[in-house]
């Protein structure tokens, strides 16, 4: 069962920065936060994970909170290609990626 | 980066009739492997866990005689959905882990197929 709530949707404009936030308050110390996003029709696409700290690549950064019960993903210049699913997901125990509901992100011209 | 391969990505087939979708690791070996339905509108659910060499692990509620997986090699998993009915329609995914990336690394998708049973 997934350990994340995430909102439902959120509308961003193009080019400004998206934050999509994400609570897993019942995470353990040793699991990570994973974000992934998925467009119509495709296999999910990975974009970033983290433990505990920051951390940046080229498509996204995550901020983890202190506590580490909530996350945020930021899109820093979001497209129009952004739209999509995102999911916030916390694996538990074994390999298996549970996913929650997602944020249907819609990037608006 | 390391990549997940579906065939076929999408497949027409009449009730009754089983089908078999492939799930390849293209440039690592998996010995696991998840397999993931997904209907409209809805997330991604579990339905198993793909073992090579061994028996796959379902999860609560999925039949295991109806969805049946096969492993057979470190790069290759199989699910064949068997006397398939029009409420197995749906979009199936599956993913895989390289184990050489540590237990941490992230999981890679593939690019899902859409079954339709007529």
């Known amino acids: 069962d997934a350990k994340t709530t995430q909102p439902p949707s959120m509308d961003c404009a193009e080019g400004r920065a998206a934050n999509l936030p994400c609570n897993h308050s019942?995470?353990?110390?040793?699991?990570?936060v994973y974000w992934y996003r998925q467009i119509h029709s495709q296999g999910p696409q990975y974009i970033i994970h983290?433990?505990?700290n920051n951390e940046t690549n080229e498509m996204a950064s995550l901020i983890i909170t202190e506590d580490r019960k909530s996350s945020t993903l930021i899109l820093p210049h979001a497209t129009l290609r952004d739209t999509a699913v995102y999911y916030c997901?916390?694996?538990?125990?074994?390999?298996?990626?549970?996913f929650g509901t997602g944020t249907s992100l819609t990037v608006i011209p | 980066g390391a990549v997940v391969s579906q065939h076929p990505s999408w497949v027409i087939c009449k009730s009754g009739t089983s089908v078999k979708i492939e799930c390849r690791s293209l440039?690592?070996?998996?010995?696991?492997m998840f397999w993931y339905r997904q209907f409209p509108k809805q997330s991604l659910m579990l339905m198993a866990t793909?073992?090579?060499?061994?028996?796959?692990?379902?999860e609560q509620g999925v039949e295991k005689d109806k969805f049946l997986i096969n492993h057979a090699s470190l790069t290759l998993s199989t699910l064949t959905v068997t006397s398939a009915h029009p409420e197995d329609s749906s979009f199936y995914i599956c993913?895989?882990?390289?184990?050489?990336?540590?237990?941490?690394?992230?999981?890679?998708f593939g690019q899902g197929t859409r079954l339709t049973v007529v």
């Open positions: 993913s895989a882990r390289d184990p050489n990336g540590g237990m941490n690394t992230e999981a890679f």
């Open positions: 019942t995470i353990s110390g040793n699991e990570y």
């Open positions: 983290g433990l505990k």
């Open positions: 997901i916390v694996r538990v125990g074994g390999n298996q990626f549970y």
């Open positions: 440039d690592f070996q998996a010995t696991t």
């Open positions: 793909s073992n090579e060499g061994s028996k796959a692990t379902y």
